[in-house]
């Protein structure tokens, strides 16, 4: 991999920051954790707490002025800072509070490099901007390399609905169109995005609004786009603040076939 001094710093900013919170994560698995709600079935647990706490203090040894945006700390720092971190320190909280290991620690720096660490599979799914990598204890880190040939695609049926009535990815896994020619699967994290990086899926649809720069997804979008997936918005549109929702496609034949079906339903 071939990238900048500064990049290359950020990279292993971004890299160390969740393989911190994925440690966390971890190492509270099972055990009984408090729960703080946040309304609307919405809850975070003190692992989501203590792990944006571990992500914290990496990114603040090492770059101290930069300003970050946490899932559970909210904003720290000024809101339009030019280097501003991105941390869900825990996505798939549901998922992780009922035993289920799918989940992802997600750092990004807003427009850089940025990480996807997968706690309970040992894997770091990272970009500098310009290439993907996965990393695994043991192993040489190996490029990302996406592909439809699994014919899996991943559909966020969370709620809320914001394109509703138009559009709700619910109504998609019915579309002849789509069961004709994809898999559906409902891994409810943005683990489902490495693996499109990765070719494990064939692509992810969600619903939602600008998703650039959610602490959910920028990881994600970060790892496709630099594998050389196609990711739009639901509209087709470059993903932004004037489109709705995300739809990362291993190539452009699958998204083609996502976008006919998504402008049918």
Known sequence: MTTSFASSQDVDVATAGARAGADVVRALYGRRLARVDKG???FATTADIASEKAILDVIR???????????????????????????DPLCGTLNYAVGTMLVAVNVALREGPAAVADPFGGEVFFTDGETAWVRQDGADDAPLTP????RLVDVNLDPPFPSAPGFRAVDLLAHPGFTGHFR???????????????GRRAAYVTDGGD?????HFAAGIALCRAAGC????????PVGETTRGL??????????LLMS????V
């Open 40 to 42: 609307a079935g919405d």
């Open 61 to 87: 040894a090492a770059r101290p002025d930069d300003a970050v945006l946490g899932e559970e700390g909210g904003q720290r720092g000024a809101a339009d800072a030019v280097r501003q971190w991105l941390v």
């Open 147 to 150: 592909t439809s040939a699994t």
């Open 184 to 198: 559906p699967r409902v891994v409810s994290t943005t683990l489902a995005l490495a693996w499109v990086a990765a």
């Open 211 to 215: 998703l650039s720069r959610s602490v």
């Open 230 to 237: 196609v990711v739009t918005g639901i509209d087709g549109a």
């Open 247 to 256: 739809v990362a496609a291993a190539d452009a034949e699958t998204h083609g």
């Open 261 to 264: 079906g998504i402008r049918r």
